[in-house]
């Protein structure tokens, strides 16, 4: 566990992303492009980092297939991959609060590791498998955020997608609040390569009380988001999606391994927390570009 401090403006934007898997043809490479552009473009943007931004697969791994790799970049190795990702994070290094490792650098950890080479070439907090950002404001404590990859599955089975929604958002709540820091208003993985957000839910629910004569109507309200304690119904939770396509793109005979696998398409793309006023007060997902209409 890593911790950092971090003094940030009153209102500023959270770009919350990670799982971008640079090296074979199914990285969204445009899409993680035109983030970063993004958050260059607005000075109030900030972003945590969540692992697997190099794909780092090697020949040795079951899950490594030749015909996926983008050839035209000649990203093939850790090695190479880490140098592309500090060429494109390099003009937004100085927005970037933590960078932590994921399960695919993970891999290499004894021989190369791409996430601290990364933030050592570029002056990034190394946030090792978990980070605690504690975010002030004006000096004083404003909030804290959990920042980890993950690990793994997320419940599929149900078969009405409503209950599948409603069982994703559980679990997703139940690991992270799982983790122990009731002090963080904002606990977030990625390794699902799911966007999925869950807002407080503290103020749903009707409660009665009385004044020794009459019944009242009451809910719940957790105002203080420095306490050493913030109730679970009061976070935020994220899931911060990935820019790894499931298909390689038609016609170049490439083939991935999630399509061996089998797996379901997802949503490209990454989260957007709102701070207001030094306060956390929304949190939306963003999907990167027109490709989400192509089963990605």
């Not at 749903?204 to 109507?217: A, I, P, R, W, Y």
């Not at 420095?226 to 298909?247: D, H, K, N, V």
Request: aromatic share 8%; charged share 25%.
């Amino acid at each position: 566990m890593e911790i950092t401090t971090v003094e940030l403006p009153e209102d500023y934007t959270l770009i919350d992303t990670g799982d971008w898997h640079l090296g074979p043809l199914t990285c969204h490479f445009d899409g993680v492009c035109a983030m970063i552009e993004r958050v260059a473009a607005d000075p109030k943007a900030f972003v945590v980092l969540k692992g697997d931004l190099a794909d780092a697969i090697s020949p040795g791994d079951k899950r490594y297939a030749h015909t996926s790799m983008d050839f035209s970049r000649l990203l093939l190795t850790p090695q190479e991959q880490s140098e592309k990702l500090i060429e494109i994070i390099r003009p937004i290094k100085d927005r970037i609060l933590t960078s932590v490792i994921g399960n695919h650098e993970y891999t290499h950890i004894n021989a190369f590791n791409s996430t601290k080479h990364i933030c050592d070439a570029l002056g990034i907090h190394y946030g090792a498998a978990a980070s605690k950002v504690r975010v002030l404001t004006n000096g004083k404590l404003a909030h804290k955020l959990y920042i980890t990859h993950g690990r793994g599955m997320l419940p599929t089975g149900a078969k009405d997608p409503i209950q599948r929604e409603a069982n994703v958002k559980a679990a997703l709540k139940r690991k992270l609040e799982g983790a122990g820091h009731s002090d963080c208003i904002y606990m977030t993985c990625g390794h699902f390569h799911r966007l999925i957000r869950v807002n407080p839910t503290i103020g749903k629910e009707t409660m009665l009380t009385d004044d020794g004569k009459e019944l009242h109507q009451m809910k719940r309200y957790h105002g203080d988001q420095t306490a050493s304690y913030i109730p679970p119904e009061a976070r935020f939770y994220g899931c911060s999606g990935s820019f790894l396509r499931l298909y390689s793109p038609p016609g170049s005979g490439a083939i991935s391994y999630g399509e061996m696998a089998m797996y379901g398409p997802c949503e490209l793309g990454w989260l957007e927390a709102t701070v207001r006023g030094g306060r956390m007060v929304a949190l939306d997902k963003v999907l990167a570009g027109e490709e989400n209409r192509m089963a990605a």
